[in-house]
């Protein structure tokens, strides 16, 4: 059984059965050094009036920790301007038409400005140069998370408890803010902001689900396992973890720890983990081809470090497109994917929609991997809070290796040699987006790259 703090919805009676309960839990299943956490009901007035510390106060003694969270997506959530541009120009001005649009716009701030959020009591947070300083995924504001609202965590339903004590995954005491969490240490507490269902009840961020499909989630593997380990993601299979103390002070220390994690939560967007996250190779290459030959191509695309589907996350603006030609004699020849599904270019999609949501930020024939979501006239939007169904979705699985195969139509020439070569790019979020926000266009990113020479020989 889970034995992290899970508070039920409820009234006064279920906090007393709950006090009791935790209370009974704690004497009766606690191991030496392990606590269930929150053993007092949580107070009416800690929820709504207790105030979230600033990073900058916990900078005194963590400032490892937190130079690595001012550097990562976390710390940027609200004043993000890719966030800022669609809340302020496509959600906020909604916000007076309908119920649905005023709830959709006061639900975004929960996950990207959740201390503002919570602070003014769940009311619609405008953005302004206070809030944008103060407002993000901040220290306090997951160090105060004790449990999360009904059975599944998902849609921002934390409980948090802000106030003198931080919890962490430290199971053996020291007298700093010091109080253990379980529910800190798994991929569930991820999944309160990292699961998002709409008001059409239609789940448009599944990383979580996506990860309890994987291998790695059978294994026992945590998002953190990843996320916060040393390398972004698992080498060898295991995590690396940095060691040493969680805390420097001017009077007293820290203990030693063998077991520290990083904060930089690396992912797609932060581009620091992309490199090495996925692999290519090309496989079966023939040795020596004719000029003329027409000769199939297979290429890998090893998926096995990523514990859920890539992209992932903001899937209606993620893609990932393949690039594969063959350089013979400094000309570039394209190889085109041999086996498409059926009903659907190259791009992906079919034609119509393929375009109509990428505006030209991908060259024709590529192999792209992506969602598409249609609104509810059916047509395909990138606004994913009015999205009722998912209409396209090819994107690699957890740990999966899929196998490309291509057709390289070699011309009839006087070469000796032929360079064939395979390049992934990431693109955050297609032109279309940037042109109808006003932002800039996102480059792509290369993240991986393999290349393979073969033989031609003269007919
Ligand atoms: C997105 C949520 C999140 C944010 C933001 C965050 N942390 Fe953490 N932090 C965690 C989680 C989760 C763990 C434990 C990981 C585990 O045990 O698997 C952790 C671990 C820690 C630890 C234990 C020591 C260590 O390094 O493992 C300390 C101390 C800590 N965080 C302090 C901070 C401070 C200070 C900040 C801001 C500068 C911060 N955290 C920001 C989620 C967060
Ligand atoms: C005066 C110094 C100091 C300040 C300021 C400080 N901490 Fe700590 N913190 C510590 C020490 C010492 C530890 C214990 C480290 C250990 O046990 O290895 C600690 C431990 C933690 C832990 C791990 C708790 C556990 O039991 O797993 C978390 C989480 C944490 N701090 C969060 C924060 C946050 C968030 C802030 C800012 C709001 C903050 N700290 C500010 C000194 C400080
Ligand atoms: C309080 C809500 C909240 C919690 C809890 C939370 N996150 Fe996040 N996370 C966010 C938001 C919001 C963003 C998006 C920031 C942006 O891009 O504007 C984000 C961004 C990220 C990114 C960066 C993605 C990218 O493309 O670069 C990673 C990785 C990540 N989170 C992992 C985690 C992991 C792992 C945990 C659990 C240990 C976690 N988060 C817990 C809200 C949260
Ligand atoms: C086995 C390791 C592993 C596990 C487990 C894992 N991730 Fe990831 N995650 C990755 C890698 C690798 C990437 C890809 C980063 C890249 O391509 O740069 C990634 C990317 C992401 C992104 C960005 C996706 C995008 O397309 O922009 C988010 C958000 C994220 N992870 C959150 C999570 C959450 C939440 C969990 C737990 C439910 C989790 N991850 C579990 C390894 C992992
Ligand atoms: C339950 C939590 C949650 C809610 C509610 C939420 N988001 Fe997010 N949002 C996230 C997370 C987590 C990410 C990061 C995922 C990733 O990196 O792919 C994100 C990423 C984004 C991004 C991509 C940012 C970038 O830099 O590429 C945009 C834009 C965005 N959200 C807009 C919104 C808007 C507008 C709303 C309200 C209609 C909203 N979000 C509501 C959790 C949430």
């Keep these: 059984m889970k034995t992290f703090f899970r508070p039920p919805e409820g009234g006064i009676q279920t906090w007393v059965l709950l006090t009791v309960w935790c209370a009974f839990m704690t004497s009766a299943m606690a191991e030496p050094g392990t606590q269930v956490i929150s053993a007092k009901p949580l107070r009416a007035t800690a929820l709504q009036g207790g105030v979230f510390e600033r990073c900058e106060s916990c900078n005194g003694c963590h400032e490892n920790i937190y130079r690595e969270h001012v550097g990562s997506m976390h710390s940027q959530s609200f004043a993000n301007p890719v966030f800022l541009a669609q809340y302020t120009q496509e959600v906020l001005p909604q916000a007076r038409f309908s119920g649905d649009a005023f709830r959709d716009a006061r639900s975004c701030t929960a996950c990207h400005a959740p201390a503002a959020h919570k602070q003014s009591g769940a009311r619609l947070v405008r953005p302004d140069p206070a809030t944008a300083r103060s407002s993000s995924v901040t220290c306090d504001f997951c160090h105060t998370i004790v449990g999360f609202k009904g059975d599944e965590a998902g849609n921002a339903n934390y409980i948090v408890e802000p106030g003198p004590i931080k919890f962490g995954p430290f199971q053996t005491k020291t007298d700093q803010h010091h109080q253990y969490s379980e529910l800190q240490t798994k991929s569930e507490f991820c999944a309160i ?20 499909e994987s291998p790695h989630a059978r294994e026992g593997i945590q998002c953190q396992d990843c996320h916060m380990s040393v390398d972004g993601f698992l080498t060898e299979g295991r995590p690396v973890h940095a060691s040493g103390v969680a805390a420097f002070m001017s009077l007293g220390s820290a203990p030693q720890r063998s077991t520290l994690y990083t904060h930089r939560f690396q992912g797609a967007r932060s581009y620091s983990q992309i490199e090495g996250a996925i692999q290519l190779a090309l496989r079966d290459l023939p040795q020596a081809i004719r000029p003329g030959d027409v000769v199939p191509v297979t290429l890998l ?41 059926a009903g659907y270019d190259v791009t992906g999609a079919s034609p119509e929609l393929g375009q109509q949501i990428l505006a030209g930020g991908v060259p024709d024939g590529r192999r792209i991997y992506r969602t598409i979501l249609a609104d509810r006239r059916g047509k395909p939007t990138l606004a994913s809070h009015l999205a009722k169904s998912i209409i396209f979705d090819n994107r690699l699985n957890a740990a999966e290796v899929r196998a490309e195969t291509y057709e390289l139509a070699l011309p009839a020439s006087e070469a000796s040699r032929a360079m064939i070569v395979a390049t992934m790019y990431y693109v955050p979020y297609p032109d279309s987006f940037a042109n109808r926000l006003g932002l800039p266009h996102a480059e792509p990113v290369q993240i991986a790259t393999t290349s393979k020479e073969i033989l031609l020989v003269k007919p």
């Design 193 to 212: 902001c990292h699961s998002v269902r709409n008001r059409y009840g239609l789940d448009i961020k599944s990383t979580y689900a996506e990860w309890q």
């Design 301 to 341: 695309v090893d998926n096995s470090r990523t514990g859920h589907k890539m992209p992932s996350g903001s899937v209606e603006l993620r893609f990932l497109w393949l690039d594969v030609y063959a350089e013979i004699d400094g000309q570039r020849v394209d190889l085109v994917p041999a086996e498409l599904p």
